[in-house]
């Protein structure tokens, strides 16, 4: 499954020290089975089959 668009402006926006890391997930989750989707569920990316599957809370700590 191609990413969703939606998901990459987020994770843009975000700008999370580790978003090349969490591409990096994105990419070997959606490419597990063609069947896995991805939007934005509780202000955070979500992976779906059938039903919600995983979630990224990354929650970035200001030090």
Known sequence: MPKNPEVD??????NHPLNREINAVREIVLATDHRVSEEIKWSSPTFIYKGNLLHFFSRRREV
Request: positive net charge; proline residues 0%.
């Open 9 to 14: 402006r987020f994770l843009e926006k975000k």
